[in-house]
């Protein structure tokens, strides 16, 4: 099949999906857990722009970023465009498992072009589309011109676009506001399907911003919160373990 073929079926697909009208704001979308919303500039994760994750955990961490935007923006469609080189290496997406980071099937819609250039340009387009909150696309080796016409498409769009690389990413120059690396910690659950190794785990996660535009870069142990929808800063629960109890208050029996 063609690329304008492609293109006009991802276009069909995204009319059929399209509520009227969806009005995305630009509010940052939080993470669920203050100590990494507070390092962010935005207090959150900003609408509009280009993010890059990267790192061998790289597409669970995704997931629960698509999990959080689906909570944070209902009306929103979701959309993730399947690099078959990441399948054949990966494995596929499973469906069940993606449940558990709160995305729904109903509004997720899997594009499977046929190679990196027409993943390329379905996740453009889909940035473009004012109905589609999140745009995940499966793009190893994204140059610097490609990563500023993706930012562009999303300040079109209104939604959030995340670049998803390989295991060890790219530290050249990107259009990208947030760029993660994230590992897993430990071999502890495998939460989302079938991809090898802990790529679609839960957590628990290092989860490094190695770069942030008017930020500092920060690393965290992070781990998913399947009945909360949120991430859980791992250091900042326990020192609130650690933290000494309060004493009881106990009202004064005497009158």
């Known amino acids: 099949m063609s690329a304008p073929d492609t293109l006009e079926r991802l276009r069909a697909t995204i009319r059929r999906i399209e509520r009227p009208p969806v009005s995305l704001e630009h509010r940052p979308v939080s993470l669920g857990a203050p100590t990494i919303d507070a390092n962010l ?23 629960a970023l698509v999990g959080r935007v689906a909570a944070s923006l209902p009306p929103g469609g979701l959309v993730w465009c399947v690099d078959p080189a990441f399948c054949r290496r990966f494995g596929e997406l499973y469906g069940p498992g993606l449940a558990a ?44 011109e490609q990563s500023r016409r993706l930012q562009l498409a999303a300040e079109e769009g209104g939604g959030i676009g995340i670049l998803l690389r390989g295991a060890k990413g790219d530290s050249g120059p990107l259009a990208a506001t947030t760029r993660w690396s994230v590992d897993a910690l430990c071999d502890e659950r495998a939460g989302a399907g079938s991809r090898a190794g802990t790529s679609r785990s839960i ?35 326990a020192d609130r373990a650690d933290a000494p109890a309060r004493p009881a208050h106990r009202p004064d029996a005497r009158r």
Not at 44 to 62: C, D, N, Y
Not at 116 to 127: C, D, I, S, T, Y
Not at 209 to 230: F, I, N, Q, Y
Request: a positive charge; one cysteine or more; charged letters at 25%.
């Open 41 to 63: 500039p935005w207090k959150g994760l900003p609408m509009a722009r280009l993010h890059e994750i990267a790192g061998t955990a790289a597409s669970g961490f995704a997931a």
């Open 101 to 144: 980071f709160g995305i729904e099937g109903e509004r997720l819609l899997l594009v499977r072009p046929r190679d990196r250039r027409q993943v390329f340009w379905a996740m453009e387009e889909a940035l473009r589309c004012r109905a589609v909150a999140c745009t995940v696309g499966e793009i190893d080796g994204a140059s610097l």
């Open 203 to 237: 957590g628990p996660w290092s989860a490094d911003l190695w770069r942030v535009k008017g930020g500092a870069p920060r690393r965290w142990s992070v781990r998913w919160d399947e009945r909360t929808l949120s991430f859980h800063d791992l250091a900042a629960l």
